[in-house]
Nanobody, 123 residues
Framework: VQLQASGGGLVQAGGSLKLSCVAS????????MGWFRQAPGKEREFVAA????????IYADAVKGRFTISRDSASRAVYLQMNSLKPEDTALYYC?????????????????WGQGTQVTVSS
């Protein structure tokens, strides 16, 4: 399974971006999906996850209330709407396909990873 992430870019603080991630295989429709991010010199951290139906979502405390994860199983895509962006949101953002139907904040619970899309927020 290949994942193609897009939508990153440079935005001013307070702005918005929407990330997209499309999977190459229809089989991922039964799996949870997630977004993680990694800033320079830091470990990859959890951002948001959604279950296979799109009905249950979880978020990292740092993004709760500002980011929204969603998915469209018909198009094999997962999205991350990011509002009220802050400079500390600057990172390389990765989408991933989970090992099970539920979403998870544990990166070890993910099987396939995309190549990442860069988000840079200027102050």
């Amino acid at each position: 399974v290949q994942l193609q992430a897009s939508g990153g870019g440079l935005v001013q603080a307070g702005g918005s971006l929407k990330l997209s991630c499309v999977a190459s295989a229809r089989t991922i429709s039964n799996n949870g999906m997630g977004w993680f991010r990694q800033a320079p010199g830091k470990e990859r951290e959890f951002v948001a996850a959604v279950d296979w139906r799109g009905g249950n979502t979880i978020y990292a405390d740092a993004v709760k209330g500002r980011f929204t994860i969603s998915r469209d199983s018909a198009s094999r895509a997962v999205y991350l709407q990011m509002n009220s962006l802050k400079p500390e949101d600057t990172a390389l953002y990765y989408c991933a396909v989970g090992l099970s139907a539920s979403g998870s904040s544990n990166r070890d619970r993910y099987r396939y990873w995309g190549q990442g899309t860069q988000v840079t927020v200027s102050s």
